[in-house]
């Protein structure tokens, strides 16, 4: 009989875990991101279509990835922009996610894209970039690495 009732007990601690684990998203505290937009040119022809800024915030709730900001100066009006997951702070990579822009050489971005368990860990390590395309420059005009508060300072 205690080896039985030993089992029940750690089964019911197991499914406790299970539960806590799978509800800890919920109620974890919203995480805050930000990021300056920069341009970036890939080489000397594309340095006078790569002009402008911009900001970003962001915040990761659960899950979701709800992402703000602004852009201005840009040459040529913005075409799109995207979420990208790179290897670390300042290595882009694959885009994860589409987000909204108003298409003038100044504007509004806006967004929210889903991220995976990978992603978030990306996220919280700086390997996720927002970049913004325009018409002249359609790989990315603007740049920004997402960072928390404190790592942005």
Not at 37 to 61: C, E, H, Q, R
Not at 73 to 97: C, D, K, R, W, Y
Not at 125 to 138: E, F, I, N, R, T
Request: aromatic share 6%; glycine share 12%.
């Amino acid at each position: 009989m205690k080896y039985c009732h030993r089992k029940a007990i750690v089964g019911q601690a197991f499914i406790a875990a299970l539960l806590t684990y799978w509800a800890a998203p919920a109620i974890a505290a919203d995480l805050q991101y930000q990021c300056a937009l920069d341009p970036v040119a890939f080489d000397n022809s594309t340095v006078l279509n790569t002009v402008g800024k911009g900001s970003i915030t962001a915040t990761l709730s659960g899950r979701m990835l709800a992402i703000s900001g602004s852009y201005a100066g840009l040459s040529s009006n913005a075409t799109a922009a995207h979420i990208e997951m790179g290897l670390a702070l300042g290595v882009p990579g694959p885009v994860i996610g589409d987000v909204k822009v108003s298409g003038d050489t100044s504007g509004r971005i806006s967004g929210s894209v889903t991220l995976n368990a990978a992603q978030i860990g990306a996220l919280k390590q700086g390997g996720l970039s927002v970049v913004v395309d325009s018409a002249k420059a359609p790989d990315g005009n603007l740049w920004g690495w997402l960072q928390t508060a404190d790592q942005s300072q």
